[in-house]
């Protein structure tokens, strides 16, 4: 059956509608399975074949839906990119999974429209009448987690987990706490060092950004960074590791006079016009040299956008700030690379390092990406480095600069300054 939910009421008939096959199913002791699915930027059509055409799309997914679901399941439609399959027969989570891939088949097989043909991904979340408590709301609001998880991975399906609401409750708060993170300074930067490996001295480091939550305590970027990405908080976020870090960086050259400092941009970051006009007044400011400063962007950031992320890299180095691709050899490495992106130097991803005496393919992509980089003068940073035996390797292969904690972990400023004096001696 197709089911067209418009307003609260017919949300909750819906809600209703799970509830009587999961009393029916537990009446009959069996399960409910759950597919949600979305269709990934669906709405984006409009622009290209008009709203009536998107209409007949959606139309065209209900048929292919209900070619997979019929007989004993049945289709429901939340809106023209949104609908439910209900399993009221399933017999574990690897039987929905199963008919997951089946409806994310005929999802993605191309849709031909006039002069068009339109290919569709879909998002799909899992979940069972066994995992929300037999309740017909609590099986849509499970699935629906699943799907927004789905999403965020990449992935065409995700069963439901029950740590999946503490872990959403937990990134809501953090969500919340991030302005007040930086009104009440929370917020603070770590450095690694960069090792110059022929002369072994320290000529720099990356700069990194740790947040000192009252109640969570240490917070590394990895769990909050991706969250303010979907917020929008990354721009002011970012706008304050740039100003921390050029503020430190005017302090560490009054000592030392030839440090480089490096700082990540995300793709939300590479791609605002604001970031430009960031750099070059906070330079000015602080009153440093644009050639002590590095920017570190990821191949997948610049791949994403790659028109739009070329002319930002274009401004960015005609400052004379310097350019790194961070995590090369995990994305799209290719020969274009050296070729169109403005880069002054590649840091060769920590999996290629961490395996280099173990694997003689990951030592052969070392010693391409050094070799090629040498050939456009691109200088060459290995990321993860952390025993002695991958320090003499590195050297072999003729790389320049080394991090990892071989030389030392991410400190706070002040260590830091104390751990490169030591270093020096």
């Known amino acids: 059956m197709i089911v067209n939910i418009q307003n609260t009421n017919e949300r909750l008939s819906v809600y209703q509608a799970l509830q009587d096959q999961i009393d029916e199913a537990s009446r009959d002791k069996r399960q409910v399975g759950v597919l949600l699915i979305k269709l990934q930027d669906f709405n984006d059509l409009e622009a290209v074949v008009g709203f009536v055409s998107l209409e007949l799309i959606s139309k065209r997914i209900q048929a292919r839906l209900l070619s997979v679901a019929k007989d004993h399941r049945s289709v429901i439609q939340l809106s023209l990119d949104t609908f439910i399959v209900v399993i009221p027969k399933m017999l574990n989570i690897g039987h929905l999974k199963i008919v997951a891939e089946s409806l994310s088949r005929v999802i993605r097989s191309a849709v031909k429209f006039e002069s068009e043909s339109i290919e569709l991904k879909p998002s799909i979340g899992i979940s069972s009448s066994e995992d929300s408590e037999h309740n017909g709301q609590l099986i849509y609001e499970n699935a629906l987690i699943a799907m927004q998880r789905s999403y965020s991975e990449g992935s065409y399906c995700v069963a439901f987990e029950r740590e999946f609401r503490e872990q959403m409750k937990r990134d809501w708060d953090l969500k919340k706490d991030i302005e007040l993170a930086i009104r009440d300074n929370q917020f603070e930067l770590y450095f690694q060092p960069k090792v ?230």
């Open 196 to 425: 110059e490996l022929k002369s072994m001295k320290v000529s720099g480091a990356e700069a990194l950004i740790r947040w000192n939550h009252p109640s969570h305590g240490l917070i590394t970027p990895h769990n909050f960074i991706p969250l303010s990405e979907q917020s929008g908080q990354i721009q002011i976020i970012t706008s304050w590791v740039v100003k921390s870090a050029i503020q430190h960086l005017s302090d560490i050259l009054k000592e030392n006079p030839q440090f480089n400092l490096s700082v990540n941009i995300s793709v939300n970051n590479l791609n605002s016009p604001d970031l430009v006009y960031l750099l070059q007044d906070t330079l000015s400011i602080w009153d440093v040299s644009a050639d002590r400063l590095t920017i570190e962007v990821t191949e997948t950031a610049i791949m994403s956008d790659q028109k739009s992320s070329l002319e930002q890299l274009e401004k960015i180095r005609a400052l004379g700030v310097n350019i790194s691709i961070d995590d090369f050899g995990t994305g799209y490495s290719s020969l274009a690379y050296f070729k169109h992106i403005p880069a002054t130097e590649i840091k060769i991803d920590k999996s290629f390092i961490e395996n280099l005496l173990v694997d003689p393919q990951d030592r052969n992509i070392v010693a391409l990406i050094i070799f090629l980089a040498k050939q456009f003068e691109l200088k060459v940073v290995a990321e993860g480095v952390e025993t002695k035996t991958s320090v003499n390797e590195i050297c072999n292969l003729q790389c320049d600069f080394a991090q990892g904690f071989y030389f030392s972990q991410p400190l706070p400023y002040n260590d830091f300054i104390e751990w490169m004096k030591s270093f020096s001696q």
